[in-house]
T-cell receptor, first 116, second 112 residues
Framework: SQTIHQWPATLVQPVGSPLSLECTVE??????LYWYRQAAGRGLQLLFY??????ISSEVPQNLSASRPQDRQFILSSKKLLLSDSGFYLC???????????????FGPGTRLTVL | LAKTTQPISMDSYEGQEVNITCSHN???????ITWYQQFPSQGPRFIIQ???TKVTNEVASLFIPADRKSSTLSLPRVSLSDTAVYYC?????????????FGSGTRLSIRP
């Protein structure tokens, strides 16, 4: 069966510090991968998605970046965190030719990031 | 982009049937309608997906009228564990992931 892992589960970082969040998927090949951010009490905002190794599409201009060094690994990074980067970060995967909304997405447990 | 509109919140009682409606007036021909459920501090979970008419699975039903400009998620005989946020997502048909838009969702509260 397929599983998705995210770590760390929680993170408290000072403003201006770097960030690295990791997501890995097991039990499937060539998944579409997504990074979302959810502010407190709000909906999900798609940040990045990837339909293959080295293929990253950015949805929202910001100080975050994403990389996919391996087929089932997706990394979210920042060189300098801002207060506004606080939130709940969710990784998700799907299988499908387009990676669009018709593909069922399976979400990880999330990382709660607090920037102070 | 197919924008969706849902009620911000709804309340109901255990054992009742709950219907949550989502409006998507500019839905495209190739768009699907998908509903997700999210509990606090967890990632959303897929509930049901449909294109037209009615779809039913073990947890919910999805009703889509002929014009497809709205859809209704029906939860039969809810329990306290159904308290969650429900998101309606419209898009797809081999479009890119850039058209994935989760709205603010509907916060459903179930009371004993």
């Amino acid at each position: 069966s397929q599983t998705i892992h995210q770590w760390p589960a929680t993170l408290v970082q000072p403003v201006g510090s770097p960030l690295s969040l990791e997501c890995t998927v097991e039990g499937t090949s060539n998944p579409n991968l997504y990074w979302y951010r959810q502010a407190a009490g709000r909906g999900l905002q798609l940040l990045f998605y990837s339909v293959g190794i080295g293929q990253i599409s950015s949805e929202v201009p910001q100080n975050l970046s994403a990389s996919r060094p391996q087929d089932r690994q997706f990394i979210l990074s920042s060189k300098k965190l801002l207060l506004s980067d606080s939130g709940f970060y969710l990784c998700a995967w799907s299988v499908g030719t387009s990676g669009g909304a018709e593909d069922t997405q399976y979400f990880g447990p999330g990382t709660r990031l607090t920037v102070l | 982009l197919a924008k969706t509109t849902q009620p911000i919140s709804m309340d109901s009682y255990e054992g009742q049937e709950v219907n949550i409606t989502c409006s998507h007036n500019n839905i495209a021909t190739n768009d699907y309608i998908t509903w997700y459920q999210q509990f606090p501090s967890q990632g959303p979970r897929f509930i049901i997906q449909g294109y037209k008419t009615k779809v039913t699975n073990e947890v919910a039903s999805l009703f889509i009228p002929a014009d497809r400009k709205s859809s209704t998620l029906s939860l039969p005989r809810v329990s306290l564990s159904d308290t969650a946020v429900y998101y309606c997502l419209v898009g797809g048909g081999y479009s890119s992931a850039s058209k994935i838009i989760f709205g603010s969702g509907t916060r459903l509260s179930i009371r004993p």
